[in-house]
């Protein structure tokens, strides 16, 4: 199973902008879905982005126009580019090759147990 790293969070004020990786070593990325997925304090995991094999991209209706995924093969690397950044999307963030999207929400496509310690993502003035 691929195992993922998350880095990239930070403490960031209301308004601006971070941008989160997802590295994996020892296999590529290519052909995996690879989900960003988010956890409040108190709260469920929640789907945020989804990028496919063929880089069709999802997102959570939260994020939407706010957030963009991508991805570089030559550096097998996924990203989020968070923008206009709100209280509300303090989290850890987490990545994931088992994703699905549509409908203005992103879910898990498969049960995954190799999930990261993540990375935070604090928004606050």
């Known amino acids: 199973q691929v195992q993922l790293e998350e880095s990239g969070g930070d403490l960031v004020q209301p308004g601006g902008s971070l941008r989160l990786s997802c590295a994996a070593t020892?296999?590529?990325?290519?052909?995996?879905?690879i989900g960003w997925f988010r956890q409040a304090p108190g709260k469920e995991r929640e789907g945020v982005s989804c990028?496919?094999?063929?880089?069709?991209?999802y997102y959570a209706d939260s994020v939407k126009g706010r957030f963009t995924t991508s991805r570089d093969r030559a550096k097998n690397m996924v990203y989020l580019q968070m923008n206009s950044l709100k209280p509300e999307d303090t989290a850890v963030y987490y990545c994931a090759p088992a994703c699905t999207g549509g409908g203005g929400r992103v879910t898990i496509s498969y049960e995954y147990d190799y999930w990261g310690q993540g990375t935070q993502v604090t928004v606050s003035s």
């Open positions: 990028i496919n094999s063929i880089n069709t991209t």
């Open positions: 020892g296999r590529t990325l290519d052909y995996y879905a």
